[in-house]
Each structure stands twice: as C-alpha cells, then as structure tokens.
C-alpha cells in the first residue's frame, strides 16, 4: 500500500481555512460605541415619590453635551431634602450604543454619590425605565425592600 507524500503545501489551505473564515480576532468584540451621539442640553428634573427617594426626592438642573460624554449641575428644590438648595450635585456619565445611561455625581455633601441609570429616548428629550441611587453620606437611600434603587420620573 502507497501513502501520498503529505507536505506542508499540501496541508496549508487547511490549516488557513477557520481563519479565513472566522477572522483572526473573531473572539474578540470591540465595544460598540454610539455613532451618532445625541444632543443631551436643556433643563430637567427629576423626582421620585418611592419611599427609598426620601432624603432627595426631586432634583433640578441642566445637562449638556451629548450621549458619549454627558454632564450635569443639579440641586434639590425640596424643603427638608438632605442638602440645602444652595449645594451643588455635579454628575457625568455616557450611554452606550443601545442608549443605555449611567451618570454618577462627584461626593456631595459628607461624601454621599448619586447614580443615575435609564434609557435615553431616542430624541434626546426624556430618559424612560429611569432610577436613581444614593450611598454615602447623610443622604444615602434606604434599603427598605432589599434594594435602594428608586425609580424616578425625568422630564425637560
């Protein structure tokens, strides 16, 4: 019985064919960023009535930039909040290519960080299934339910 001479001519296209076909890197994704960022600008507020909200239940301020690089001055405008009206919560953040948002405040008052997580709509005017957060400080949510996580209304 005769073997055919194998060589390494011979045995290349075989060895090449999964990287022809997958690509060299096809394990590896890139995050996708948003191509076209939107405009974020404009006055907003934010309130929740969840029990979990009440150290800080409403906020107003204003956003700028756009989608990929967002930032915020907000202050509360509720008497007995845990901050007074005249301090100053400075947030920033971004969301992603499928709009989702996360902004996080530098510490306020005695070291107390606001997150802030939703949906950006795609007109850039309303953030929808929005909630925010507090640890920290004097104004850190309670976890009455097993989360601290309150949901909240945005509007402009």
């Not at 974020?40 to 309130?47: D, K, L, P, Y």
Request: hydrophobic share 40%; aromatic share 6%.
């Amino acid at each position: 019985m005769v073997f055919p001479r194998i060589t390494l001519r011979s045995v290349l296209p075989v060895l090449l064919l999964p990287f022809s076909i997958l690509g060299c890197s096809s394990g590896l994704r890139q995050p996708v960023m948003n191509p076209n960022p939107l405009t974020v600008s404009g006055n907003w507020e934010i309130t929740s009535s969840s029990a979990q909200a009440a150290p800080l239940p409403q906020l107003s301020g204003s956003f700028s930039g756009n989608s990929s690089a967002i930032t915020g001055l907000f202050h509360t405008t509720v008497a007995g909040a845990c901050i007074t009206p005249q301090t100053i919560v400075t947030l920033s953040g971004k969301a992603d290519a499928d709009l989702r948002l996360s902004l996080t405040s530098t510490p306020f008052d005695d070291g107390s960080v606001l997150t802030i997580t939703g949906t950006l709509v795609a007109d850039g005017h309303s953030i929808s299934d929005a909630s925010y957060n507090v640890v920290g400080g004097s104004c850190a949510f309670a976890a009455g339910d097993g989360s601290s996580v309150a949901p909240m209304i945005v509007t402009q």
